[in-house]
């Protein structure tokens, strides 16, 4: 008798590669495609469900007063397939793993003691893959790696290969997952793994999964049609740890890539993860031909500190990053009909590292008000807390000590940057009376309406109306808060 195999999407969050919703990781699809599509795919969301015996009322789920449950918001089946699904399964593949933690508008990952919690009453024989199978998870900066519980799982299964042409098949046949998600989710596409750099960066954990190797254009094509004919219409380019340094940096590569996804006229097309150093201007004005309005360049600037950026052997010296980020904008600023700037840097700061002093967040920020005083476009500045993964060079040289001698700073630091560089950034960018089309309703506070853009980083416009959500409207910004806009219909 065929075995009844159920795929549970923890969703995952690493250096290179997105799977939280609404975006769809590559991990869940790759891991459908090796069963051939014999599989039934699943969320935490339908296993908080079944476990809690919550039966669903929507002023449960959406409360008129409170929050969305954003917990519980991206399920894929009712109640009761979901129960009947895992009731009858023998053998459940769990996909999970943040290894670079944030905060997510509409959904919430699982950590793996809750994870393990929920499974414990299933029968079925139970594996663990994606990036906690390999180095450990964690749900927030500045704390210790979760590491797998062998009591728990049967099986613990990194997901390792050698060659992008012999994994092509699960590649394909992986799109055939979308016949059982509902909702349009922006599909991650992996271009390559591990990282350009002989010795990575002291915190990173790419270097530790993978050689680097790059998949070939038309692979990628391939790939993405299957997707489009599936139903997807939002891409990005999101699983590299560079796609600056695509294919050796090659400019004809690029442009097959990106011209041949764009022939498929996708809604969405975006990029994530660019090493500064590798910032070029040619290859920037191929992401701007080529891709929708509304992109970021997210760079792992981590340090404006040259000591730290010695001591870490980080990516990009601060000279590096400056550069990156001028010629990102004198290529990408420009506004596209969804009233977005084509493609702008984002900025990662990374607190923690080995040598931070003082001195660093002093440096950091000063670096940041430079970027504003030189009226340079920056969408939007991401703060996090290295975690410490076991293997990297930061786990065995200084493991947490930087972050627990520097702790007592961090949030007067953080607070400082929100309102002396992303207010006035954002108040430069989205100025009073510009208008948004497009935007997608994701959630609720009480009366009020979150929207944004699907898309790489998009900004989050909270409007002071009760919006049907899951659809799209146009707005004009109102105010300012210190990461997101204010804004009412039009
Ligand atoms: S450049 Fe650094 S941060 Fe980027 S993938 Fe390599 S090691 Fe990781």
């Not at 449960?60 to 918001?73: F, N, Q």
């Not at 009712?78 to 999970?96: T, Y």
């Not at 660019?274 to 040619?282: M, Q, Y």
């Not at 700073?409 to 954002?426: C, G, H, N, T, V």
Request: charged share 25%; glycine share 8%.
């Amino acid at each position: 008798m065929a075995r009844k195999r159920v795929i549970i999407d923890c969703y995952t969050d690493e250096p290179a590669g997105l799977g939280v919703p609404p975006f769809l990781g590559t991990h869940p699809r790759i891991v459908f495609g090796e069963l051939k599509g014999k599989a039934e795919y699943l969320t935490i969301d339908d296993l908080r469900i079944f476990s809690a015996q919550i039966k669903l009322t929507s002023s449960k789920l959406d409360p008129p007063t409170a929050k969305t449950r954003i917990d519980l918001l991206n399920r894929t089946r009712s109640p009761e397939k979901a129960k009947q699904l895992l009731s009858s399964a023998d053998q459940i593949i769990v996909v999970a793993g943040l290894q670079t933690p944030g905060k997510y508008l509409s959904a919430q990952p699982a950590g793996l003691k809750e994870i393990s919690k929920l499974l414990k009453p299933l029968k079925a024989t139970k594996i663990l893959t994606g990036p906690a199978a390999s180095i450990g998870t964690q749900q927030m900066g500045g704390f210790a790696a979760e590491l797998p519980d062998r009591g728990i799982f049967d099986h613990i299964r990194e997901y390792k290969f050698a060659d992008y042409r012999e994994m092509q098949p699960a590649f394909t046949k992986g799109a055939d997952v979308l016949k059982q998600i509902t909702a349009e989710r922006i599909i991650e596409i992996e271009t390559g793994r591990g990282c350009s750099r002989q010795s990575g960066c002291s915190f990173c954990t790419e270097p530790l999964k993978q050689q680097l190797c790059w998949r070939e254009p038309d692979l990628i094509i391939e790939e993405v049609k299957k997707l489009t004919q599936n139903g997807a219409a939002r891409f990005r380019l999101g699983k590299q740890s560079c796609i600056y340094s695509y294919m050796k940096s090659s400019p004809e590569k690029l442009e097959q890539l990106l011209s041949g996804i764009k022939a498929l006229e996708p809604s969405v097309f975006h990029i994530d993860n660019a090493n500064p150093a590798f910032v070029t201007k040619e290859l920037t004005e191929l992401f701007v031909k080529y891709l929708t309005p509304g992109s970021t360049a997210a760079m792992g600037a981590e340090t404006f500190d040259p000591e730290v950026y010695r001591l870490n052997n980080l990516n990009s010296s601060p000279e590096n990053t400056l550069q990156a980020i001028e010629i990102i904008n004198e290529c990408g600023r420009s506004y596209g009909d969804n009233g977005m700037p084509a493609l702008l840097p984002g900025i990662n700061i990374l607190l923690g590292l080995e040598g931070e002093s003082e001195r660093t967040l002093e440096l950091n920020f000063q670096a940041l008000k430079d970027m504003l005083k030189k009226d340079l476009f920056v969408r939007r500045i991401n703060i996090r807390q290295v975690v410490p993964f076991p293997g990297t060079r930061l786990y065995e040289v200084a493991g947490d000590r930087y972050l627990r001698k520097n702790k007592h700073l961090y949030s007067a630091w953080s607070r400082k940057i929100r309102e002396e560089i992303d207010l006035p950034m954002l108040e430069k960018i989205f100025p009073e009376g510009h208008r948004l089309y497009g935007l997608l309703a994701e959630t609720h506070e009480g009366n009020v309406t979150f929207l944004r853009h699907p898309g790489s980083y998009p900004i989050i416009v909270g409007v002071r109306q009760r919006l049907e959500l899951g659809r799209f409207y146009d707005v004009k910004v109102t105010g300012h808060m210190l990461r997101s806009l204010t804004g009412e219909l039009i």
